[in-house]
Each structure stands twice: as structure tokens, then as C-alpha cells.
């Protein structure tokens, strides 16, 4: 199984500071902003999919998230993504409901991480 | 401008690829389930198509499937997670041209699109080169031999044209069956093709036969009768073995030939009529000329676009596939179970050097399935003539010296087991040896190494791409 992996930065500043290269740099906060706002959706979507016990969406929303948190820089969010979408590809839904407690407070997190970049970079 | 469709569920993703694509030349469609990308599918046609493998609604490999079975002409370009490359695989064994790892950059994205592009667009010229020059068959003939392409080649240019051709070439060699094939190539295919056989009908009547008589002309013209000139108006009129024609019939063909105009024996009134006219003979015609048989002034006029026919024995493996043909069809004709012929049989068959060319094949494949009945044909089936060749005498290929590998063998091959060549570099060596052997050739090099040109131009990609990705 994969780990959370504790160490890993909650946001990477240097992934944005590439994809500032690869598009105007004007469009990134418009995408960093769809981040955070898409996050938090998709949050309220893996609570009710956990209620549900829908297993295939949970997979699929954690695969989702995991993808988009590694391009917008979101390193631990998409780890802890990445394990859980693992965990239910597996069938092992009692790890992936522990790992997916510490959801809401990484999004918070990461979301929070995301702003103040914005902040500091877009004034 | 190329079209691309981005199937990805993920709205903030597909905004970011079509963000990156923006300054490319081509036109962004999205669809956000795998239903939409279905519908999008059916009604536009795309060259590219990049599939998110995880979609809220089906599976991406549903959407590749249905691409592959509908023989959708686009580029698939899968796009999938770490961890997810068992995926992928199985997606490229499903015909996706290449696949993409999130997060994707977009110095990335734009390269793979563009090679995919790229590889598509090579699959159409490798496609038409394919149907123009790779071809086992071609109205009514069956071979794919060089010398075959080119005449298949030539018929293609000659149908458009209304030009006179000549046709050469040995008995049996299928002179007929090329007239044929360049009136139905050609706009005239809806018209008459009449085939006249100059050696086949008597002199007096030869005159009558092309250009008809009026009622009275000759003893036993009771009517007015058409001739093959008039009946091939807006056709094709096709004079065989052309060097049986008597000297005076000749010039009346000649100013046929010249004013597209004719008089019926008997007549006094002069016809015009749109002919196409074809002829053939299988003797040489300069000989014809100074043995004072052929009009030179008729040749020059007729001889406009030579084509000469290759006897059966410089047809390379035509001997075989033809064979083989005259065998399935005479088996289901005659109500036999012959299904092959044995490996010997096919040596002699290829070392006979068949003066009667295909009708001469014909009549043996047809004698053996008449008179026999086993599921292979065996040496002991062989009619008496072709019996007589001592298979010890027929040749071997030669294996000629590579120019283009000039170290001794077993340098390339390795003597020892570290040094020992790896398949995939001998391949390079032996293919590029070739294409060098035939003159940068890559269809004839592809033809006598046994495989398509399209393999060949498919590894010289792969290897383009592998080098530059060596000096990337």
C-alpha cells in the first residue's frame, strides 16, 4: 500500500511556478481559484459517496482529485488522493475511510496554502 | 486545421489542456462524460482524441472500443495516472497511438499530439501508397510482383487519356485483360469495349468486321451490318494481334486511326465516331516493320502509349498466387477438395520458365484438379511436362554481399555471448541494407525483404522518434 507520505510539502509553489511558464501567467489564479472551489465540491461528493458506500464513485472522485491537486501543486492532498483511490481499487475500504478522515483538514489546508500564493503573487 | 476532441470529466483539467493548446493550430472540442464524447463521436469526425481512462459515466476503454470498431480515423491519445500503466498498455493493445501521465506538461501535450498527428497523417500516405503500389490484384489481373505494380501503374495513367495504346507482350500474358482493365479505368467504361482478333478472322472479312457493310457489299450481305468501330462508338475498340493485318486493310485503319471517320464496306457516306482504340500483338513490331508487314506510318500512329507485358517467368511469387487462384476456382467449379499445393510443387512451378505464360498455368492447375482429386497438390499430379524438371536443377537464390555492410559478418553478429547483435539492431541493419541495396526504394526493398512497405516505414518512424528522444 501506498503511504500519505507525511513528509511531502502540502503545496509545491515550483509546480505553479512552471505552469506560470507554460500559460499566461495572467490565467493561472482563474485555474488556482477552480481549484480550490472544484476541492471543496468534490469533498462534499466523497462525504455523501462514503454515506452512500458507494465504493466505484469514492475510487473515482479520489482518482479525480489526486490528478488535479499534483497539477495545481497540491503534493499531500494528491498523495493521500492517490492512497485512497488505491485502497478501494483493492478492496480495502477500512484503510481508505481512516486515510479519508484526514480529507477535509488537508483540503483545508492545501486550499488555505493556495490562497495565500495567490495573495503574496496576484495583489 | 486538425480536430481534437478532450474527453475529461475534470472541468478545471480540460480548461488547463485546451489553455495550453490555445496558440496550436487546431480546433478544441471537450466533452466531460464518456455519453457526450459518444454523441460528439457520431456526429463530428476528429483526428485526435485524448481520453481521461476514468470517466463518471463508462469506462474510457469503452470510448476506445467503439473508436476501434467503428474504424474511426483519429489518433487516440489515452490519458492516465501514475500508477495506472498496466492501463495504458492494455489501451495501446486496443490501438491507442500513444498515452499521456498526469500531470502533464504542456511542452508534453503538445509533442505527443503533434507526433500523433504526424504518425496519422503517415498512415494515409503510407495507405494511398499502399493501394497505389502494394497491389496483390487489380482489375482482373492477379499479382503483385514489380513488374506487375508497374503495369498497374501505367494503366492508371493511361485510362484518363483518350491516347491509342500498344500493347506488347508473349501469348498468354494477359494483353486482353489489360485492354480491358484501361476501359474500365477509364470514362468510357460505361460504353462498348470490342475486342477484334485479327488472326481469328479471314482476311476478306476483316474489313467488315472493324468498320460493318452496307446491304449488297459482297456475296451474303443481305443487310446493313454494323462493325466493332461503330458498336465501340464512346468506347473502346480493341485489335488484337494487330500484326496479322493485311497491308490494305492497314491503311483504311490508318485513316481511321487519324480522322476518327470510317466507311462501311459498300458505302459511300463516311461515319464519325469517338474511339478509344487499343491494340496488341505479340510479336515484335520493329520487326514486323522492316520485314515490310507492318505499316511504320500505322506503328508511329498506334504506338502512342507502349505498354509491354512480362512473361509469367519474370512475375517473381505471381506464379504462386496465381496458381493458387486457378486452384481455389477450378476445385469449386470442378466440385474437388484440393487446398494447396506441396512446397516442391511451388519450386517447380517457380523454376518452369511457362512459354505460354498464364493461359499455359491455367491449363495445368486446370488439368490436374480435372484429373485428380486430393486435398494437395503433390509432384506425382503433375502433368508429364513440368514432371521432367530435376528439382536438384532448380536454382537457389542467391545470396549477394550487402554493399551497404561492409564488416565481415560475424562482427555485426558477435563471437562471443556479450558481443552477440540484438534482433532489434539487426533488423535495422538488414532493412536499411536493403532500402540502400534497392536504391532508396523503400516499396522494392520492402518487396524483396517479404514484408509491406507500410512495416517499413513504420519502424523508420519508430526509429526517428528513438533517436530523437536518444537527443532530447
Redesign the interface.
Known amino acids: 500500500m501506498q503511504s500519505t507520505n507525511k513528509d511531502a510539502a502540502i503545496f509545491d509553489q515550483n509546480i505553479i511556478k512552471q505552469l506560470e511558464e507554460s500559460i499566461s501567467k495572467s490565467s493561472v489564479p482563474k485555474f488556482l481559484h477552480l481549484f480550490v472551489e472544484d476541492s471543496s465540491l468534490k469533498q462534499d461528493e466523497i462525504e455523501q459517496a462514503l454515506f452512500d458506500s458507494d465504493f466505484e464513485t469514492l475510487e473515482r472522485i479520489n482518482h479525480t482529485l489526486a490528478s488535479s491537486a499534483i497539477t495545481f501543486g497540491a503534493v499531500r492532498l494528491h498523495n493521500l488522493c492517490r492512497a485512497v483511490e488505491f485502497n478501494y481499487k483493492e478492496g480495502q475500504y477500512e484503510q481508505a475511510a481512516i486515510a479519508l478522515k484526514d480529507l477535509p483538514s488537508l483540503i483545508k489546508v492545501s486550499n488555505e496554502a493556495i490562497n495565500t500564493y495567490l495573495e503574496s503573487n496576484y495583489k | 486545421m486538425p480536430q481534437i476532441l478532450i474527453i475529461e470529466?475534470?472541468?478545471?483539467?480540460a480548461?488547463?489542456f485546451e489553455?495550453?493548446l490555445k496558440d496550436e493550430p487546431y480546433k478544441i472540442t471537450t466533452a466531460p462524460n464518456g455519453q457526450r464524447a459518444l454523441d460528439t463521436l457520431k456526429s463530428t469526425s476528429f483526428d485526435a482524441v485524448m481520453l481521461d481512462l476514468?470517466l463518471?459515466d463508462m469506462e474510457g476503454f469503452d470510448i476506445l472500443k467503439y473508436i476501434s470498431e467503428k474504424s474511426m480515423d483519429c489518433a487516440v491519445i489515452v490519458i492516465t495516472?501514475?500508477?495506472s500503466m498496466g492501463t495504458a498498455i492494455e489501451a495501446m493493445k486496443l490501438d491507442a497511438r500513444d498515452f499521456l501521465v498526469?500531470?502533464?506538461?504542456?511542452?508534453r501535450l503538445i509533442v505527443t499530439l503533434k507526433n500523433a498527428l504526424e504518425n496519422q497523417e503517415l498512415q494515409h500516405v503510407v495507405e494511398t501508397y499502399k493501394n497505389k503500389i502494394d497491389r496483390h490484384d487489380y482489375c482482373g489481373f492477379i499479382g503483385s510482383s514489380l513488374a506487375m505494380q508497374e503495369i498497374y501503374r501505367i494503366i492508371d495513367s493511361a485510362s484518363s487519356s483518350k491516347a491509342t495504346v500498344f500493347i506488347t507482350g508473349e501469348s498468354g500474358t494477359g494483353k486482353e485483360v489489360c485492354a480491358q482493365a484501361i476501359h474500365k479505368k477509364s470514362s468510357r467504361k460505361n460504353k462498348h469495349f470490342c475486342a477484334i482478333n485479327c488472326a481469328a478472322i479471314p482476311r476478306n472479312l476483316m474489313e467488315s468486321e472493324i468498320f460493318g457493310h452496307v446491304k449488297g457489299a459482297f456475296t451474303g450481305a443481305n443487310i446493313d451490318r454494323d462493325g466493332a468501330a461503330a458498336r465501340a462508338d464512346g468506347g473502346t475498340l480493341f485489335l488484337d494481334e494487330i500484326g496479322e493485318m493485311d497491308l490494305d486493310l492497314q491503311t483504311k485503319l490508318l485513316r481511321f486511326v487519324q480522322t476518327n471517320t470510317f466507311m462501311k464496306v459498300g458505302a459511300s457516306k463516311e461515319i464519325s465516331v469517338d474511339v478509344r482504340i487499343i491494340c496488341a500483338t505479340n510479336r515484335d513490331p520493329m520487326e514486323e516493320i522492316h520485314a515490310g508487314r507492318f505499316r511504320e506510318d500505322l506503328y508511329y500512329r498506334l504506338h502512342v502509349l507502349p505498354i509491354h507485358m512480362p512473361p509469367l517467368r519474370e512475375r517473381d511469387d505471381d506464379i504462386i498466387q496465381i496458381s493458387k487462384f486457378f486452384l481455389k476456382t477450378y476445385a469449386n467449379e470442378e466440385n474437388k477438395i484440393f487446398e494447396r499445393f506441396d512446397e516442391d510443387v511451388q519450386s517447380i512451378f517457380t523454376a518452369y520458365n511457362w512459354p505460354g505464360n498464364v493461359r499455359q498455368l491455367q491449363n495445368v492447375v486446370r488439368n490436374i484438379v480435372v484429373l485428380n482429386n486430393e486435398k494437395n497438390v503433390s509432384l506425382g499430379l503433375l502433368p508429364a511436362l513440368l514432371n521432367n524438371i530435376d528439382p536438384s536443377r532448380i536454382p537457389t537464390k542467391k545470396i549477394k554481399t550487402p554493399p551497404y555492410i561492409a564488416q565481415p559478418l560475424t562482427s555485426i553478429l558477435g563471437d562471443t555471448p556479450e558481443t552477440l547483435a540484438r534482433m532489434d539492431d539487426l533488423e535495422k541493419i538488414i532493412i536499411e541494407n536493403a532500402i540502400q541495396v534497392c536504391d532508396k526504394n523503400i516499396p522494392k526493398a520492402a518487396h524483396y525483404l517479404g514484408v509491406s512497405a507500410a512495416t517499413i516505414y513504420r519502424k523508420k518512424a519508430a526509429w526517428k522518434k528513438e533517436s530523437q528522444t536518444n537527443t532530447t
Open positions: 470529466d475534470d472541468k478545471n483539467m480548461a488547463l489553455e495550453f476514468k463518471p495516472s501514475q500508477g498526469k500531470p502533464i506538461s504542456k511542452e
